[in-house]
Every structure is written in structure tokens, then in C-alpha cells.
């Protein structure tokens, strides 16, 4: 069974289970909370407990806003940039040859031409994000497409403001946003399976949680 209270403008999803301990969870890449209950405990016990547990709520979407909104990028040495999850400092190398990028423990190295602007810079990596995306939504789609029984036809990468990702039921397509390159794999994988059972199921309704508790049977927590 699934409720749902309020503490304020903070909406908790409450997701009663044959479990004998409470569980709470913040779930990125939103900072979404979820709390796990045993079927004994009534709502007003569960809220008394999600209210004791707001300071720890409240600064771990602290931590998640943090690393999605990020501060301008200058695309210097040293300067903070995330690839699936974890933080990379950026090393600009300077060579007379082709732009490249490559991962290096925990540097994301920049190989440019003397005299690559900061736009040239910015448009370097972005692109990188959105192939490096590719190939794992690509992987992600071929491992999902027979377990749920669906075609996806075309998948699209930009960049979103508001959303993780869309989906197009008619035309068999999902769209998602570039900045998922940035998020966990598990944060991309989620919005994959999410919008290609929106493809079964474009509402959000009981079918649509019965089909991703089939899919995903952890995805509340």
C-alpha cells in the first residue's frame, strides 16, 4: 500500500511492506524521500518519525541540489566536474593536435589547441557528456527492451531544464537529459526503465507501479 503525507512543502512517499523495521531514504537525483513501514504502524506514528528525521532529510537534498547546481563553469585547472557520481578535477593540456578528453583517477583531462577559448572548452566537454551518455543508454536500452517487452525506436540526449527525461508513446521514443552523465548509474539507469515503461503505461496511475515494482522492485527505497 502507498500513501503519501506532507511536513510542511515536503511531500513523502510512505510505502507500506511486510518488513519489521521503519526505513527512510533519499533518493537521488531529485532528493525524492521514501520511507519503508511495516504494516503495523499507522500514518500518524510515521509522521512523528519523518519529523524527528528532518534535519538528516533536509541536508542530504542539500547535497544532492549542490551537485546540480553547480556554479558557472570556467573550464580551468583544478575546477570541479562530475562524471557518473564522482567528483574530477579538470587538467587543461595544451597540445598541437586534436581536442580530446580522458578520465585519469580523479582528473578529467582536457587535451586542446594553444588558444582554445573557454566556449570552445565548454562545448568540448558537453559533447563528450552526451556521447559518453549515449553508450550507456544505448547498453541500458538493449538490456531492457526484452526483459519489458518493449521497442524503444529512437532515444535522444539534450539538455533539460526541468526534466530527467520524456518519453513520446506514440513515436516509441524517449528523450533524456544530458546531465544524467553527471548522476550515479543507478540515477540513469531508474529514468531509463521509468520512461520505457511509460512507453507500456504513459500514466502514472496503478499499472504503472505495478509494472516498475515488476521491473524495478527496489526503485521506491
Not at 41 to 49: A, G, H, Q
Not at 164 to 177: F, Q, T, V
Request: with cysteine.
Amino acid at each position: 500500500m502507498v500513501t503519501q503525507i506532507h511536513l510542511g512543502e515536503m511531500a513523502v512517499d510512505v510505502v507500506f511492506k511486510d518488513i519489521k523495521n521503519i526505513h527512510l531514504s533519499v533518493y537521488p537525483p531529485e532528493g525524492k524521500v521514501r520511507i519503508s513501514a511495516p504494516l503495523r504502524l499507522n500514518i500518524d506514528t510515521i509522521r512523528v518519525f519523518a519529523i524527528t528525521k528532518l534535519a538528516w532529510i533536509r541536508q542530504q537534498q542539500a547535497k544532492l541540489r549542490a551537485q546540480h547546481r553547480e556554479t558557472p563553469r570556467e573550464y580551468l585547472n583544478r575546477e570541479s566536474h562530475y562524471v557518473w557520481g564522482k567528483r574530477y578535477l579538470l587538467k587543461v593540456i595544451e597540445l598541437d593536435d586534436l581536442p580530446k578528453i580522458e578520465l585519469n583517477h580523479h582528473q578529467i583531462q582536457l587535451y586542446v589547441r594553444p588558444a582554445t577559448t573557454q566556449e570552445q572548452k565548454q562545448i568540448l566537454i558537453e559533447q563528450w557528456y552526451r556521447e559518453t551518455l549515449k553508450d550507456v543508454i544505448q547498453s541500458l536500452i538493449m538490456k531492457w527492451e526484452p526483459i519489458m517487452g518493449v521497442k524503444v525506436e529512437r532515444f535522444f540526449v539534450q539538455r533539460m531544464k526541468t526534466k530527467w527525461g520524456s518519453c513520446n508513446p506514440l513515436a516509441k521514443s524517449i528523450r533524456l537529459n544530458t546531465d544524467l552523465a553527471k548522476k550515479p548509474p543507478e540515477c540513469l539507469e531508474y529514468i531509463v526503465v521509468h520512461e520505457m515503461t511509460r512507453l507500456l503505461e504513459p500514466s502514472h496511475n496503478q499499472r504503472f507501479i505495478s509494472l516498475m515494482d515488476e521491473f524495478l522492485p527496489k526503485w521506491r527505497f
